[in-house]
Nanobody, 124 residues
Framework: QVQLVESGGGLVQAGGSLRLSCAAS????????MGWFRQAPGKEREFVAA???????YYADTVKGRFTVSGDYARSTVYLRMNTLEPEDTAVYYC??????????????????WGQGTQVTVSS
């Protein structure tokens, strides 16, 4: 069993930055793929970014060039650095983990473990 805890959300003005953290515990997750998803009110959960166990990174087109995903496997923590935030980025952000992603980084159902989410609000 893997437990994931997100932190770092908050209220920021448009153009600002935040860094989200996802701390994993329970099992060694060095071979897991880690993803970030977000869900705005009334919308479906959508893919934001992911990092493979080998360090490969993947981004949604809407955040490419603004967000950076990274992992510190020695500390069992994954980060999402978000720059140039826009009001459209307002959502609850979730961290997820998969031991067998099979290349489907963008698909929520391929992830077995989820955090509780952290709210990000970007004001205009």
């Amino acid at each position: 069993q893997v437990q994931l805890v997100e932190s770092g959300g908050g209220l920021v003005q448009a153009g600002g930055s935040l860094r989200l953290s996802c701390a994993a515990s329970g099992r060694t997750f060095s071979s897991y793929a880690m993803g970030w998803f977000r869900q705005a009110p009334g919308k479906e959960r959508e893919f934001v970014a992911a990092i493979s166990w080998s360090g490969g990174t993947y981004y949604a087109d809407t955040v490419k060039g603004r967000f950076t995903v990274s992992g510190d496997y020695a500390r069992s923590t994954v980060y999402l650095r978000m720059n140039t935030l826009e009001p459209e980025d307002t959502a609850v952000y979730y961290c997820a983990a998969s031991p067998n992603i099979g290349g489907s980084y963008y698909v929520p159902r391929r992830y077995d473990y989820w955090g509780q989410g952290t709210q990000v609000t970007v004001s205009s």
